[in-house]
Each structure stands twice: as structure tokens, then as C-alpha cells.
């Protein structure tokens, strides 16, 4: 069984076609025109159009572009009058799935709705594979494991299908682009257009053509008609980074956008009418800054349908291991090389604050790597931001620490000489790469720490 939509300006013939597939069991919705029928298209699920091609106005290759631009491959069957075959090849070339001409024969039409079905099926079949694998990738590109990051995750899976406003807030490198993409992917609209634009990275005064394009003409410079993000994001969704940046004037056009989803484009009167998911993050507060007067409180709440909070990373340490394994995973497949942390490393990793977030951690694991020539990654000084005399800090969450982190149970099987290295590399990195400070804390002889560090390969 298929849906099959009908169009033809001919009540008999409509009724003749709708008669002759409903008796195969197929759901039969008919229009009387093009643009009927582009409207039906729009609000019902539709596997096969059957559609004349000579209709008044809009005729039924138009019908077919329109069509396939705004949802994408649906078989499309045009029936053609005798002795027009040039024009139904023609229609082939341009995505028709077939023609028939007139006067149709029944059972051609039969077999014909029959195998564009079979195609509309494998199509969706296609479509369900592809967005089951890409959520998985999605969800497996946000790495971690901590409470916190498992509920950003529910949040993704849950508003993923619906078409609601998000707004993503979270510290500078936590992530959100990752969420962004995640909510996409995982959407219904994933496979229509993903558009990104960094709101703090336009120039104030091209922001508006930026985000609703531009008439040629509409100021110095507009050489040409200039489709905006909007447009180009019809049917799809539009990713706005660093919405707290927005000047107030814009704010203004984008309440109205979401309003009554249409606009204009800057220098043009014609109403655009389109259909975008939005999604917005941003590393202000943006509550504050509504309190401030720099962001308008009604786009607000607009915008704020459905809020991701992603927390920083200091408030998930536990998540620092799983995200240093899984960037060193990264480098090595980059640079064909089979490194791994070492513990020092891994519990330098784990005690820094992190206001730079993951994207610091990141930059950090891949200095370390760069910079330690053998299988295992060290700390160097220099390599790494000094860490200043260690603040009395609130006892970490406790995290129950996995057996292979357990700094005693990890050195046995270990050769005494071995053990002596790490604690040394790591009460350096621990002093902020501090020499004197080392050997005071180590009770040995600065002397003694030189000659150990330049045989561990340590340079200045
Ligand atoms: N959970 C995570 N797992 C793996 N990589 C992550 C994770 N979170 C962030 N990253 C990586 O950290 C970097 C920063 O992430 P992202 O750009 O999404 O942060 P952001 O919150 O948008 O930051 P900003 O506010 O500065 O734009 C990226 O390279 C991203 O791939
Ligand atoms: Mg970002």
C-alpha cells in the first residue's frame, strides 16, 4: 500500500485513476492543480505523484520541480497527451520516474504506481538506515560519561524530533556546536540543509543581509540578488552561534522571522515565507543580559522554547580520562602513531581547571603528544600552562576511581628505577615545572633532580 496523490484538472480522469488504485489498496488524495497539489504534498505523507502535464497555470513539470526542490525525490509519474513523448523524455532527464501517455492504459498505469512505490519504499528504507547511523555518530562524537553529559544527551535524543527553538548555553569550548550538530543529525531534518552562522563573526552592518539576504542594489556593493542563511536553510535548520552578539537591531527582525516565519530581504518588499528550525547557543548569560538591556526579553523567550545547559568541564572531571583516551585515539590515527598517556600525564590532565573547557583540554592533549618523543605521553614544562602554586581546592567529586587509576595498584610489575621516574616527572608538573621547588618536595638535591631529569630526556 502507497499514498498516492493525484493531480489532474480532469474530475473523470481523477476519478478514473483514484477508482483503478484504490482497488489496488493504495490511499488515493487527489487536487485539481498544480498548486493544489504542491499543498497537499506539504501537509500529507505522499509516496507517488501522478500528475498531467498539461494543467492550467503551473504545469505539471513545474509542479514536479517545486516539488522535488522543497521535499526532496518523490516518484513522479506524468501523464502526457499522445504524441508529446519528446517532451516526457525530456521530463525524465529533469527526475520524472516515468510517463504514460494518453489514453492511459489501465494496466500499465497498474504496474507503473506499482514499481514507483516499490522505489518510494526503498527510498524511505534509505533515509531511516541513514539517520539511525548518523545518530549514533552524532550522539558517539559527544564524548563522556559523567551524569551530567548522559542528561545533555537525553535532552538531544528527546527534542531532536520535535521542531521547537533551542538555545544552547554553556561556557566557551564545552561543546554546544557538538550538541547543535547532534540535535540535526538526530532530527527529521537531518539530510535537509544544516547552516551554521557565527553571529560575532559578520561585520555588524552585513549582519541582515547575512541572515535574510539582499535585492541588488540595496546598498553599495549589493551587485546581485543575495539569498540569506534563511533561505538557504528552507526545510532544514539554521544554527545561530554566539546569538548573544546579536545588535539589537537584528534582534528585532528575528523576533519577527520567528513570529510569523516570513521576512524580507534588505532593499525588497516581497514577503518570504519559510520553514527553519532554529537553534541558538551562546556562552553569555543571556538571561542577564536581557536585565542589562543588550538583548531583547521577548526574542528571549522566543528562542529559549527548550534550554541545553552544557556544564563545564571542572563540573565533570570524571570525564577528563574518557576525553584525553579518546583525543590521543584522534592523534594517533592522524599521525599513524600508537602513543598513549601516561599516568603522570593522565593525572596532570585531571586536576587542571579547565576554564578554557574541553576545546583547552584538546589543545593540551595535543601538545603533550607532539612533544613527547616515545610511546608515552609526559608532561613537559613549557608544553603546558604553569600551574601556579596548587590552591587548597574543594575535594574533588568523588569519581570512583576506575582500578587502572589507582596510583599505587598502577606501579606494581613496575622496576623500581620506573616508578622513581614518574614520581619525579610528576611532582614536576605537579610544582608547575618548578625545579627547586621539585627537589624541596622530593627531599633530594637539586643537583640530583638535574642529573634524573636529563637522563629521563627532559630539556630546559
Ligand atoms: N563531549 C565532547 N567530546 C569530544 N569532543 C568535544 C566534546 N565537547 C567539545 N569537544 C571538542 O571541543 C572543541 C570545542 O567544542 P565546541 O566548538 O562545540 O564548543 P563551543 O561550546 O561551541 O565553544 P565556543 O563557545 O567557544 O564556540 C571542539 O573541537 C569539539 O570537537
Ligand atoms: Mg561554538
Not at 551587485?223 to 539554521?238: H, N, P, R, S, Y
Request: proline content about 5%.
Amino acid at each position: 500500500m502507497a499514498h498516492i496523490l493525484v493531480i489532474d484538472d480532469n474530475q473523470g480522469n481523477r476519478d478514473t485513476y483514484a477508482e483503478v488504485l484504490e482497488a489496488d489498496g493504495h490511499q488515493v488524495l487527489t487536487a485539481a492543480s498544480g498548486e493544489a497539489g504542491l499543498a497537499k504534498l506539504g501537509a500529507a505523507q505522499v509516496d507517488v505523484v501522478l500528475c498531467d502535464l498539461k494543467l492550467p497555470n503551473m504545469d505539471g513539470l513545474a509542479a514536479m520541480e517545486l516539488a522535488h526542490e522543497k521535499h526532496g525525490p518523490i516518484p513522479w509519474i506524468l501523464i502526457t497527451a499522445h504524441g508529446s513523448e519528446e517532451i516526457a523524455v525530456a521530463a525524465i532527464k529533469q527526475g520524472a520516474f516515468n510517463y504514460l501517455t494518453k489514453p492511459v492504459d489501465i494496466a500499465r498505469l497498474r504496474a507503473t504506481v506499482e514499481s514507483a512505490a516499490r522505489l518510494a519504499q526503498a527510498n524511505r528504507e534509505n533515509r531511516r538506515l541513514r539517520r539511525e547511523l548518523g545518530y549514533e555518530e552524532a550522539l558517539e562524537r559527544i564524548v563522556g560519561n559523567s551524569p551530567a553529559i548522559r542528561q545533555v544527551k537525553n535532552m538531544i535524543r528527546q527534542v531532536a524530533a520535535s521542531d521547537a527553538t533551542v538555545l544552547i548555553e554553556g561556557e566557551s569550548g564545552t561543546g554546544k556546536e557538538l550538541v547543535a550538530d547532534a540535535i540535526h543529525a538526530l532530527s527529521n531534518r537531518s539530510g535537509r540543509p544544516y547552516i551554521k552562522l557565527n553571529t560575532a563573526a559578520i561585520p555588524r552592518d552585513l549582519l541582515e543581509s547575512e541572515l535574510f539576504g539582499h535585492e541588488r542594489g540595496a546598498f553599495t556593493g549589493a551587485v546581485q540578488q543575495k539569498k540569506g542563511k534563511f533561505e538557504i536553510a528552507d526545510t532544514g535548520t539554521l544554527f545561530l552561534d554566539e546569538i548573544g552578539e546579536m545588535p539589537l537591531d537584528n534582534q528585532v527582525k528575528l523576533l519577527r522571522v520567528l513570529q510569523d516565519g516570513s521576512f524580507t530581504r534588505v532593499g525588497g518588499n516581497q514577503q518570504i515565507t519559510v520553514d527553519v528550525r532554529l537553534i541558538c547557543a551562546t556562552n553569555r548569560d543571556l538571561k542577564q543580559e536581557v536585565l542589562a538591556g543588550r538583548f531583547r526579553m521577548d526574542l528571549y523567550f522566543r528562542l529559549n522554547v527548550v534550554n541545553i545547559v552544557v556544564p563545564p568541564l571542572r563540573e565533570r572531571r570524571e570525564d577528563i580520562p574518557l576525553l584525553a583516551r579518546a583525543f590521543v585515539e584522534r592523534l594517533n590515527q592522524r599521525h599513524r602513531q600508537d602513543k598513549a598517556l601516561s599516568d603522570e600525564a593522565l593525572h596532570y590532565l585531571r586536576r587542571q581547571d579547565w576554564p578554557g573547557n574541553i576545546r583547552e583540554l584538546e589543545n593540551t592533549v595535543e601538545k603533550l603528544y607532539v612533544l613527547s618523543p616515545g610511546r608515552e605521553i609526559v608532561v613537559h614544562r613549557g608544553a603546558v600552562a604553569p600551574v601556579a602554586e596548587p590552591a587548597p581546592r574543594a575535594p574533588e567529586p568523588a569519581a570512583p576511581a576506575a582500578p587502572a587509576e589507582d596510583p599505587i595498584r598502577a606501579l606494581v610489575g613496575l622496576p623500581l628505577d620506573e616508578v622513581e621516574r614518574r614520581l619525579i616527572l610528576a611532582t614536576l608538573a605537579h610544582c608547575g615545572g618548578n625545579k627547586c621547588k621539585t627537589a624541596r618536595t622530593l627531599q633530594i638535591g637539586l643537583k640530583t633532580l638535574y642529573r634524573k631529569l636529563a637522563a629521563y630526556g627532559v630539556k630546559e
